[in-house]
């Protein structure tokens, strides 16, 4: 673990180092932004463009509210937001396609990904999608492309609303745009605004490297901030209530998130990835926003978060695990730690289901994960942690304190544990025993247990448990 964590700090240095020497290099270009009504896309833009052809500098959009559509920020920019000014994004999805256009920096015809649209996980044969660079699937607020040294900085009161865009052949048919949508882009920093009512994920990543997200709020929408195939990323100080997962993706390295406050209706993590560290943080539900495929047909036409009552916005799981085959996953997923963190009224505490009946967790299996200090309350259903028969889990916890809602059958119910580590724990409202075995898990190895006997009893049934 020490050396993990020196690892963490090391990345956390590089990327300090790297955002320190962007900065001093960009040229001191300055380019302000004000209010004028109407259509603000097209000056904002302009000023981008600006920014960029002199070599770097900052744009800054004073208070005001401002009317856009798709932008595309580009290398070597700082965007500002002054207090009190919001990005007001068009509900109109089919205004965001805008990189077929670009002749600053024009986008290879590969990137495109021309007449495709979404289509369920179950039935798909590509995933052209979502792999795609400039598919409508990835289109945003504002897309950051192959780009260096970008920033995006918001002072208190600033805000990026998505107005819960719809799009009828978006994802599951409704979603619309994401808020951020990043690619291929390296030192990159995110931190002091607030994104809300995003018609998918707030913030989107692939194939980045060196980037920190920090006391951001992220209200409403999907996922707050979902990576995949990305290295040395922070989250730190940030406070998401999303409909959807708070922190998500996989095939992610040297990951940390710090000092969150995460409220969730679905999954405060969902996430694979190797070196990762999530420390210091709040979760909790049920979610002050509903997840949004839960509402009436009308209601997400309309971009409503539903009357009191309506919607799904219990949280399901601390932790659920996140490999898929959208992705060929780079390296083999482990060594994730969870330490000094509370959660209350989940459904689950772990959900780990490599069994197979998953679409979310059948590429490469989970090899090792930890919990450190975790305190759990209101949880509602057992621990689920299912392994692979050729990469057996390693499962530790040490200082936890679990307590569940309703009575349980068991503590945990899995299979394909190759260790499991249990010390100074301490379990209410279990009423069986430690395990529920349907195979291939090793016994505990216990010190300090209370509330349930260290003990693992093969089930007598097929295995069952709902998906998430």
């Given at each position: 673990m020490e050396v993990a964590r020196r690892r963490f700090l090391a990345a956390g240095a590089a990327?300090?180092?790297?955002?320190?020497?962007?900065?001093?290099?960009?040229?001191?270009?300055?380019?302000?932004?004000?209010?004028?009504?109407?259509?603000?896309?097209?000056?904002?833009?302009?000023?981008?463009?600006?920014?960029?052809?002199?070599?770097?500098?900052?744009?800054?959009?004073?208070?005001?509210?401002?009317?856009?559509?798709?932008?595309?920020?580009?290398?070597?920019?700082?965007?500002?937001?002054?207090?009190?000014?919001?990005?007001k994004a068009s509900r109109d999805c089919n205004d965001y396609d805008i990189l077929a256009n670009d002749t600053l920096e024009?986008?290879?015809?590969?990137?495109?990904?021309?007449?495709?649209?979404?289509?369920?996980?179950?039935?798909?044969?590509?995933?052209?999608?979502?792999?795609?660079?400039?598919?409508?699937?990835?289109?945003?607020?504002i897309r950051i492309l192959r780009a260096r040294n970008v920033r995006i900085v918001g002072e208190p009161?600033?805000?990026?609303?998505?107005?819960?865009?719809?799009?009828?052949?978006?994802?599951?048919?409704?979603?619309?745009?994401?808020?951020?949508?990043v690619h291929a882009s390296t030192n990159l920093a995110f931190s002091g605004y607030t994104i809300r009512n995003t018609g998918n994920w707030a913030h989107l990543l692939k194939d980045c490297a060196d980037a920190r997200f920090e006391r951001l709020t992220i209200l409403g929408g999907h996922d707050g901030i979902h990576m995949s195939v990305c290295d040395r990323v922070e989250i730190a100080d940030c406070t998401m209530k999303t409909g959807d997962d708070c922190v998500a993706g996989f095939d992610n390295e040297d990951v940390v998130v710090r000092g969150c406050s995460l409220n969730t209706a679905c999954s405060a993590f969902r996430f694979g990835g190797r070196r990762v560290l999530?420390?210091?943080?709040?979760?909790?539900?049920?979610?002050?926003?509903?997840?949004r495929n839960s509402l009436p047909k009308?209601?997400?036409?309309?971009?409503?978060?539903?009357?009191?009552?309506?919607?799904?916005?219990?949280?399901?799981?601390?932790?659920?695990?996140?490999?898929?085959?959208?992705?060929?996953?780079?390296?083999?997923?482990?060594?994730?730690?969870?330490?000094?963190?509370?959660?209350?009224?989940?459904?689950?505490?772990?959900?780990?289901?490599?069994?197979?009946?998953e679409t979310w967790q059948k590429n490469r299996p989970l090899e090792s994960i930890r919990f450190e200090n975790v305190t759990a309350q209101g949880l509602k259903m057992s621990?689920?942690?299912?392994?692979?028969?050729?990469?057996?889990?390693?499962?530790?916890?040490?200082?936890?304190?679990?307590?569940?809602?309703?009575?349980?059958?068991?503590?945990?119910?899995?299979?394909?544990?190759?260790?499991?580590?249990?010390e100074d724990v301490s379990v209410e409202g279990v009423e069986g025993?430690?395990?529920?075995?349907?195979?291939?898990?090793?016994?505990?190895?216990?010190?300090?247990?209370?509330?349930?006997?260290?003990?693992?009893?093969p089930a007598s049934e097929p295995f069952k448990v709902m998906p998430i």
């Open positions: 990327f300090a180092l790297a955002a320190g020497l962007a900065a001093a290099g960009a040229a001191p270009v300055e380019i302000t932004v004000r209010p004028s009504g109407g259509d603000a896309t097209g000056k904002m833009q302009r000023a981008f463009d600006e920014c960029f052809r002199a070599g770097g500098g900052t744009v800054v959009v004073e208070r005001g509210e401002y009317a856009v559509k798709g932008l595309r920020l580009r290398s070597n920019t700082t965007l500002l937001l002054k207090s009190g000014a919001v990005l024009p986008v290879p015809a590969d990137d495109f990904a021309p007449g495709v649209v979404w289509v369920r996980p179950r039935d798909r044969k590509t995933n052209d999608h979502i792999l795609k660079y400039a598919s409508r699937w990835n289109n945003a607020i009161g600033s805000a990026i609303d998505g107005c819960d865009s719809y799009d009828p052949v978006g994802e599951e048919h409704f979603r619309g745009v994401h808020g951020i949508s999530a420390e210091n943080c709040r979760c909790w539900g049920p979610g002050e926003f509903p997840i009308a209601d997400r036409i309309s971009g409503s978060h539903g009357t009191p009552g309506t919607g799904r916005r219990s949280m399901l799981a601390l932790f659920t695990y996140y490999s898929d085959f959208t992705l060929k996953v780079r390296h083999q997923p482990g060594d994730i730690t969870v330490r000094n963190c509370s959660v209350e009224n989940a459904e689950r505490f772990l959900h780990y289901n490599f069994s197979g009946n621990l689920c942690a299912y392994g692979d028969p050729e990469t057996r889990l390693s499962l530790a916890m040490k200082g936890c304190r679990f307590s569940f809602a309703k009575p349980q059958r068991e503590f945990v119910r899995g299979a394909y544990i190759g260790s499991l580590l249990l025993p430690c395990v529920r075995s349907w195979g291939g898990v090793a016994a505990p190895t216990a010190n300090g247990v209370r509330g349930v006997k260290p003990d693992v009893v």
